[in-house]
């Protein structure tokens, strides 16, 4: 069965999760960890989105982002191009070092937002890499030292964090720091890493209390969120993307590429 095309347009929250091929390691040191942020941060400045959280693991990473005025994956192909030309180089290797396609769930903001944030910001005390919150909010592994503080990086959206928590900074931070910690005997949360209408009910079981006797709702496996929401998702998406074709068709070959070169990424 064909893939199905990416959901996306501006504003738009993604859960973006990508894996070395053959689960290889992707992240050997600090150094290499420093310089995938820093190019994370160059291409959200240039793409106009925000990253709210990310988790790079030894293998993997998960990012955060609300896009911007480019498509999520015009920011993703140059990030994972540049970080394989540099990792390559570095260690001398040769070959794909990420899995053909990364995966991109777009999430619906409530409720989804702030369990994501933890979700995500959780995973190093999941798995043992970090063995507790007080050792979390220095860990470089994760956004969450930089909303507590304790790491600065300028380009993520610690304020879209934190604003939910109070106006107060110490005392968001107290807050979401409380909140991040009562997630840590949650375990996996396997709702939080994929779309369509049982994950977005909260698993099986779950879905299945809230599913009988109701109306059959519209769902998506690119989408965690409720059924008037996937609904919203696809069709601002078909018109964005009809605009695009017809900009497309009345746009002369040479003009095509004249704002290529003028828009690289």
């Known amino acids: 069965m064909p893939r199905q095309p990416r959901l996306d347009y501006a504003g738009v929250l993604h859960h973006v999760i990508c894996r070395g ?12 960890r420093t310089k995938f942020l820093k190019e994370l941060g160059e291409l959200l400045g240039r793409c106009k989105a925000q990253c709210l959280a990310w988790a790079l693991m030894s ?8 896009t911007g005025s480019e498509p999520l994956a015009k920011l993703m192909q140059s990030l994972l191009t540049r970080y394989a030309v540099y990792f ?10 990420f899995q053909n ?8 903001e409530e409720p989804y937002l702030l369990e994501l944030v933890r979700y995500i910001h959780l995973n190093p005390v999941r798995i043992g890499l970090v063995k507790s919150m007080e050792k979390l909010r220095e860990s470089t592994l994760t956004g969450h030292s930089v909303l507590m503080g304790k790491v600065r990086l300028v380009w993520q959206g610690c304020d879209e964090v934190l604003g939910r928590f109070g106006d107060h900074q110490g005392k968001a931070r107290k807050s979401y720091e409380e909140f991040v910690r009562d997630g840590v005997g949650k375990g996996r949360r396997p709702e939080l890493v994929g779309g369509g209408l049982i994950r977005s009910g909260g698993g099986l ?10 109306d ?9 969120g409720s059924g008037e929401y996937v609904a919203e998702v696809i069709k601002a998406a078909e018109v964005r993307e009809r605009r ?3 900009v497309a068709r009345e746009l002369t070959p040479s003009e095509v590429i004249n704002r290529t070169l003028k828009n690289p990424v």
């Open 21 to 32: 091929v053959a689960r290889c390691t992707i992240f050997r040191q600090e150094v290499d």
């Open 59 to 66: 293998n993997h990473f998960h990012l955060l982002v609300v």
């Open 88 to 97: 390559n180089h570095r260690y001398r290797r040769a070959g794909h070092l």
């Open 101 to 108: 396609r990364y995966k991109a769930i777009v999430c619906e």
């Open 205 to 214: 079981t779950e879905f299945m209390k809230g599913w009988r006797g109701k």
């Open 216 to 224: 059959k709702v519209m769902g998506d496996e690119r989408v965690l």
């Open 244 to 246: 695009r074709h017809q």
